[in-house]
C-alpha cells in the first residue's frame, strides 16, 4: 500500500492539504467558535504555518512536473519544521510552565509594539496562555498533536521528494 502511495504523489500532496484545511476548520469553527479558546501566539504561529503547509501542498499537488513539486515540497518541508518546533516548544512549556505565569501581549500587539527581532523572541519564550492546557485529545494538547501532524507532513513529503521517478519520464500520474 506504501508503494502505491508513492506512485501518486499528487495525490499524497492532495490529501495533505486536504488534511491541513480539515484541522484549520476544526480549530477555528469548532474549538475557537464554539469551544470558546483563544490561540496563544504560539497557536497563531501554528495556524500560519499549517496555512502555508496546506497551500504549498495544494500547489505541489497541481504541479504536473517534477521540479514544481520538489519546490512546493520542500517550501513545505521548511514551513513544517518551523511549526514543528513552534508545537515543540509549546508542548515543552505545557509540561514545564514558566514559575511566573502572566498573560502576555498577544502575537498582533507584541508585533506592533515592537521591532522584529524583539517580538520573535518574545513568542517563543510563550506567556501564561502558551504554557495553559485547555483542550485535550487522547492525553495529547493541541500543540502535541500539532507537532504530531506537522512530523507526518513532513515524512510524507519527503518520501515524496526523495523517490526516483519511474522509468519513463518525470511527470506523476494523478
Known sequence: MLGTLLDRPRRVFGAIAL???????????YLQNVVG????????VQRYCLILVGVFSALAALSRG???????GLLGVGI?????????RQSWLQWYPPEVATCGRDLFGMIESFPLQRAIPMIFKGSGDCS?????????????WSFVWFVVFIVATLAMLLKRPRAGGGVYPA
Open 80 to 88: 513544517g519544521a518551523f511549526g514543528a518546533f513552534t508545537a515543540a
Open 66 to 72: 517534477r521540479g514544481g513539486q520538489r519546490l512546493w
Open 37 to 44: 479558546l483563544e490561540p496563544c501566539p504560539m497557536c497563531i
Open 19 to 29: 488534511i491541513c484545511a480539515a484541522m484549520l476548520a476544526f480549530g477555528i469553527l
Open 132 to 144: 495553559a492546557v485547555d483542550w485535550t485529545f487522547l492525553g495529547g494538547t493541541i500543540a502535541n
